[in-house]
């Protein structure tokens, strides 16, 4: 019983982590259709930010916050200088992005070296339920992503801003006939798809040894995330997507390796967008 309570929390944990890992490609690919493959660099500038403003005696918290603004501002020159010219190019957008992950990593080989570093835990301790013992920072930020999913939904499906961006996703000419900015949207879009993963990477710093490919961990599944969930689909598609890629694979891993759990999970998430190509939530 304890074993199969332990399962659970690990998979809720591992599924809610890697939803928040996911988020920020799911806002840029599932909202503008942007492959972004350099939301692995996002991911890894988010942690290194945050390691060497915490090691610079920053509070951590307000280091988070810091690595998550500057990866947003990172985010929004690349749109502005390069991706906005590019919207309607899927090929060479993939490109520009793939040589972004690709310039930034040598950058931070450059700047932080190839060592690992490590980013000391805020919430070390732990809590039990009965003889299980739950970290509290991987809790705690497991509690922090659903929080962001829930109010990035809210603001996509209640308000102004929201309609603003289903009216683009469904019919850009007509939100543009109808005064919509398509060139401040994509960029606000953009931007904060950006800042998302630089969060997330920030998060996720204290959990792992930060290293100048960390990021690289997260695009793969990233990408399955929000494929198999749907695209577009923030909340229930980044969750079910999520659940479907890290909370199974945490499942079978019981039974077996973890690599031969990923390898299991990752052959199933084929199956399914070979049948359902538009993600399981997502429309045809």
């Not at 390691?51 to 603004?69: D, E, K, R, S």
């Not at 929004?76 to 060479?92: A, C, G, S, T």
């Not at 929080?147 to 007509?174: D, P, S, W």
């Not at 961990?217 to 229930?236: A, C, K, N, Q």
Request: charged share 10%; aromatic share 10%.
């Amino acid at each position: 019983m304890m074993t199969a309570v332990s399962v659970a929390i690990d998979a809720v944990s591992i599924t809610l982590i890697l939803a928040l890992a996911a988020f920020g490609l799911a806002i840029i690919f599932g909202l503008i259709g942007v492959i972004n493959l350099g939301h692995g660099a996002m991911l890894t500038l988010g942690a290194y930010f945050t390691w060497a403003t915490t090691a610079a005696g920053v509070p951590f918290l307000l280091a988070v916050v810091i690595a998550a603004l500057g990866v947003g501002l990172i985010g929004l020159v690349l749109e502005h200088l390069v991706i906005r010219h590019f919207y309607d190019q899927p090929f060479e957008t993939l490109l520009l992005t793939w040589g972004f992950f690709l310039i930034s990593t040598e950058v931070i080989k450059i700047v932080f070296g190839t060592d690992f570093r490590n980013v000391t835990n805020p919430l070390p301790l732990a809590f039990h339920l009965g003889p299980v013992s739950v970290p509290a920072y991987r809790t705690a930020v497991a509690g922090f992503s659903l929080l962001l999913i829930g109010a990035a939904a809210f603001v996509l499906y209640r308000t102004t801003l929201g309609i603003k961006i289903r009216a683009l996703i469904q019919n850009r000419e007509m939100a543009s006939l109808l005064g919509l900015d398509i060139g401040r949207t994509y960029k606000l879009v953009f931007a904060t798809g950006a800042l998302v993963a630089g969060l997330a990477g920030a998060l996720i710093s204290p959990m792992l040894s930060v290293d100048p490919y960390i990021g690289n961990i997260y695009l793969v599944r990233s990408f399955f995330v929000v494929t198999v969930g749907g695209l577009g689909e923030l909340l229930g598609g980044t969750l079910i997507g999520a659940f479907f890629i890290g909370g199974a694979e945490t499942i079978i891993a019981l039974v077996s390796t973890q690599a031969f759990a990923q390898t299991i999970v990752f052959a199933l998430a084929i199956v399914v967008l070979r049948f359902r190509p538009q993600g399981i939530l997502g429309g045809r």
